[in-house]
Nanobody, 128 residues
């Protein structure tokens, strides 16, 4: 089981950029699919972006497509979320999630229950 620690959140003006990082413990990080979710104030946790273990495929929620980029560095056990053109509605606690490989199982990147481990979250606030 990996342990995840997010960093990089903060306060930014609308139109600005932030970069989040999620550092994972454990030697098997490169086997894990990774994702970012967010939870806006008073709302359910929602999918933002995901990336396969090799980085070969990425997936995005429609609300962030073209503005956010997920990437990973398996040598550093880290997954990133570059957020550009931020909007006030991007304000949320952002969570990193990891999915261990499961033989014979289909991965649904946007489903919260597809992930085995979660970080503690980092706050992103976008002012108008």
């Amino acid at each position: 089981q990996v342990q995840l620690v997010e960093s990089g959140g903060g306060l930014v003006q609308a139109g600005g950029s932030l970069s989040l990082a999620c550092a994972a413990s454990g030697r098997t990080f490169s086997n894990y699919a990774m994702a970012w979710f967010r939870q806006p104030p008073g709302k359910e946790r929602e999918f933002v972006a995901a990336i396969r273990s090799t980085g070969s495929n990425t997936y995005y929620a429609d609300a962030v497509k073209g503005r956010f980029t997920i990437s990973r560095d398996n040598a550093k056990n880290t997954v990133y979320l570059q957020m550009n053109s931020l909007k006030p509605e991007d304000t949320a606690v952002y969570y990193c999630a990891a999915r261990r490989p499961v033989s014979g199982s289909t991965w649904m990147p946007s489903r919260k229950d597809a992930y085995d481990a979660w970080g503690q979250g980092t706050q992103v606030t976008v002012s108008s």
